[in-house]
């Protein structure tokens, strides 16, 4: 069973990972144990306190258009409760902060403690109460008309008011308990708070010895009380102005829906809402997201955006200060010491075989090839092991390869070198003379040692991934043809007919001239190993999705033997390097890489004394069509 490094070193953070959660763990429960008893004394009072301070900025919301100038409440509320206060957009950004102002800047809870957002405040409420209604939970018609009044112009008359509408409503108020003193009927009038004035008449009567006394506020005063104004309690024009569009909006919400309607009245005078068609009837979702979205929508050019709520410090306490402080590095290095012993343990099995590489890796600089590594295991280290070795024993091959490679290029260069250098000296010294002859003889090495160079630099190309190829739709019958033509008269000088057997057009896009390099090679191959009297064929056939291209003999053969390894570099079945057979034995190794540059293969099938047969197999259109 092949155990995977990955997964142990998973398995042992997870363990160190628990090991740490459970002590964490401990640690939290016994310290919030400890501090819960007190902090439950204080959160009763605590939650008082939070409930004004949401009030007040709920009230702040309600009469600003924006929180610009909220900083000072917040500095207020926070010096009157002693508790952090912080208003903050809903995207984060901060607004105003008690802590900041006073040059601190700790970090905010992770949670709100609650979302201030005048615009839809009610709305809320009023879908609760309007899901209760149709579950029979709550009686409709004035349980619903309660929900309706939370918007901020219906819950007070004085909502909105400006500064001159206020000193009418004083004028208004003095005005009324006048009237009720001339009739004899004590009454004051108080100008205090954001109500606006209130009149306060006492009723006469008493109650285990106390007077009873009435504040006249919205629909408190008989219908023909005299002395009381409508104009006191009337609504402000900026309240009456947020109910109209407020009513217009949902009107034309419902009208669109086609949803039955009616408009009721309420007190202060003026102001409207809508309201079911049939009032014993709990509002329509329709009706419900109309009248909602349409009393956002009023409000919003007239209060302050929705804001977020932080109270208190990020965390109620805080388990590394005090007596907990002990325990918590106690248990820190207790866990540290464990994680510690059990990595360096799993470590050094780790790094032993990695060393081992390493190790190997710096010989193998050095030079020495054969060095390898001991593999055991199976898991990724183990595969690392057998892909070093894997590497290494392919380096070792390549280098041998090339130590042969040097040594077949440097005879191959030889050869005609001293040969052209030989004549050329017998010439200066008058033993040969300079004839057409012996030029010619210097031309045909001349002409051996461009070959090989040129060979030598297809071969490079290949080797670098260079060899380029231009693609172009060729007739390859018509291609096999040629390159019979152009090898017919050395197969006539060595006494072989050379003929081509082709069935008509063969198209396919190739690079003709690698195409005919490549036939060509296998051509004069089998030329040069075919005795007088043989024969030579040239074949295009189609086969699947491209053409074969075959060059068969009927030559001495090659053996089974050499068969793998005739398209390497310099590897030659006739070792004689007789200046009638011996080639330089590039041939075959460029004639591979030119097939598949082409995308093709190249095979071949021989017996001894019978012959040979090549087969190029050339797909019709290897290349993509924009490059045909």
């Known amino acids: 069973m092949r155990r995977s490094v990955l997964l142990r070193f998973l398995g042992l953070s997870l363990a160190v990972a628990l090991g740490a959660v459970i002590a964490t763990a401990v640690i939290a429960t016994y310290s919030t144990s400890e501090k819960l008893q007190g902090e439950i004394a204080e959160n009763a009072s605590q939650l008082q306190t939070d409930g004004e301070i949401y009030s007040r900025l709920n009230e702040y919301a309600g009469e600003h258009p924006t929180w610009s100038g909220v900083d000072k409440v917040v500095k207020q509320l926070a010096d009157e409760t002693g508790r952090r206060i912080a208003v903050t957009d809903p995207d984060g950004t901060v607004i105003a902060d008690s802590a900041r102002l006073l040059g601190a800047g700790p970090e905010l809870p992770s949670m709100p403690a609650a979302t201030i957002d005048v615009r839809n405040e009610g709305n809320a409420l009023f879908t609760k109460a309007s899901a209760a209604m149709a579950t029979n939970r709550m009686p409709p018609g004035k349980a619903e008309a309660r929900v309706m009044m939370s918007a901020p112009?219906?819950?007070?008359?004085?909502?909105?008011?400006?500064?001159?509408?206020?000193?009418?409503?004083?004028?208004?108020?003095?005005?009324?308990?006048?009237?009720?003193?001339?009739?004899?009927?004590?009454?004051?009038?108080?100008?205090?708070?954001?109500?606006?004035?209130?009149?306060?008449?006492?009723?006469?009567?008493?109650?285990?010895?106390?007077?009873?006394?009435?504040?006249?506020?919205?629909?408190?005063?008989?219908?023909?009380?005299?002395?009381?104004?409508?104009?006191?309690?009337?609504?402000?024009?900026?309240?009456?102005?947020?109910?109209?569009?407020?009513?217009?909006?949902?009107?034309?919400?419902?009208?669109?829906?086609?949803?039955?309607?009616?408009?009721?009245?309420?007190?202060?005078?003026?102001?409207?809402?809508?309201?079911?068609?049939?009032?014993?009837?709990?509002?329509?979702?329709?009706?419900?997201?109309?009248?909602?979205?349409?009393?956002?929508?009023?409000?919003?050019?007239?209060?302050?955006?929705?804001?977020?709520?932080?109270?208190?410090?990020?965390?109620?306490?805080?388990?590394?200060?005090?007596?907990?402080?002990?325990?918590?590095?106690?248990?820190?290095?207790?866990?540290?010491?464990?994680?510690?012993?059990?990595?360096?343990?799993?470590?050094?099995?780790?790094?032993?075989?990695?060393?081992?590489?390493?190790?190997?890796?710096?010989?193998?600089?050095?030079?020495?090839?054969?060095?390898?590594?001991?593999?055991?295991?199976?898991?990724?280290?183990?595969?690392?092991?057998?892909?070093?070795?894997?590497?290494?024993?392919?380096?070792?091959?390549?280098?041998?390869?090339?130590?042969?490679?040097?040594?077949?290029?440097?005879?191959?260069?030889?050869?005609?070198?001293?040969?052209?250098?030989?004549?050329?000296?017998?010439?200066?010294?008058?033993?040969?003379?300079?004839?057409?002859?012996?030029?010619?003889?210097?031309?045909?090495?001349?002409?051996?040692?461009?070959?090989?160079?040129?060979?030598?630099?297809?071969?490079?190309?290949?080797?670098?991934?260079?060899?380029?190829?231009?693609?172009?739709l060729r007739d390859l019958s018509e291609l096999a043809q040629q390159v019979v033509s152009a090898h017919r008269p050395a197969a006539e000088a060595a006494e072989v007919t050379l003929i081509a057997e082709v069935n008509g057009p063969a198209p396919a896009v190739v690079d003709n001239a690698r195409v005919r390099q490549a036939l060509g090679n296998l051509v004069s191959n089998a030329i040069r190993f075919t005795p007088s009297g043989g024969k030579v064929v040239v074949g295009v056939r189609r086969a699947g999705d491209g053409y074969n291209l075959t060059v068969v003999d009927n030559g001495t053969g090659i053996a089974t033997e050499h068969l793998p390894h005739l398209f390497d570099r310099f590897y030659r079945a006739e070792h004689s390097r007789s200046r009638t057979t011996g080639g330089s034995g590039l041939g075959l190794a460029i004639t591979k890489h030119l097939v598949e540059a082409h995308q093709g293969t190249i095979a071949v099938t021989s017996k001894p004394s019978q012959g040979s047969t090549f087969t190029i197999h050339l797909p019709s259109r290897p290349f993509p069509p924009d490059k045909a």
């Not at 309240?239 to 202060?268: H, T, W």
């Not at 031309?443 to 490079?460: F, I, K, M």
Request: negative net charge; proline residues 5%.
């Open 153 to 472: 112009y219906l819950m007070s008359p004085s909502w909105g008011l400006t500064d001159q509408e206020r000193r009418e409503r004083d004028r208004l108020a003095d005005q009324a308990v006048a009237c009720y003193q001339s009739k004899g009927t004590t009454a004051t009038v108080s100008k205090g708070g954001g109500e606006g004035p209130q009149v306060i008449v006492e009723s006469g009567g008493t109650v285990d010895g106390m007077s009873v006394t009435q504040v006249m506020k919205v629909g408190t005063a008989p219908v023909d009380d005299e002395c009381m104004p409508a104009e006191l309690n009337a609504p402000s024009a900026k309240a009456l102005m947020i109910n109209q569009d407020e009513v217009r909006r949902a009107v034309s919400c419902l009208k669109a829906a086609g949803e039955p309607f009616s408009l009721s009245s309420y007190k202060p005078a003026g102001l409207q809402t809508v309201v079911p068609a049939n009032t014993d009837q709990p509002f329509s979702q329709t009706m419900i997201e109309c009248t909602s979205k349409a009393r956002s929508d009023a409000l919003t050019p007239y209060v302050a955006p929705e804001a977020r709520l932080y109270l208190g410090a990020k965390n109620a306490f805080n388990v590394f200060s005090g007596e907990g402080l002990l325990r918590t590095a106690a248990t820190a290095l207790g866990v540290l010491l464990v994680a510690a012993l059990v990595m360096v343990f799993a470590g050094r099995r780790l790094v032993r075989p990695i060393l081992a590489l390493t190790g190997a890796a710096q010989r193998m600089t050095n030079g020495d090839h054969a060095t390898r590594v001991p593999v055991t295991g199976k898991d990724e280290v183990a595969r690392l092991g057998h892909a070093f070795n894997a590497m290494a024993e392919s380096i070792q091959h390549h280098d041998h390869q090339r130590k042969a490679m040097v040594s077949d290029v440097a005879h191959e260069l030889r050869t005609p070198l001293a040969n052209i250098k030989g004549y050329l000296v017998a010439s200066e010294d008058g033993v040969v003379a300079l004839d057409q002859a012996l030029v010619s003889s210097l031309l045909e090495e001349a002409g051996l040692l461009e070959r090989l160079v040129v060979d030598l630099q297809d071969l490079a190309l290949a080797d670098a991934g260079k060899l380029r190829v231009h693609p172009e």
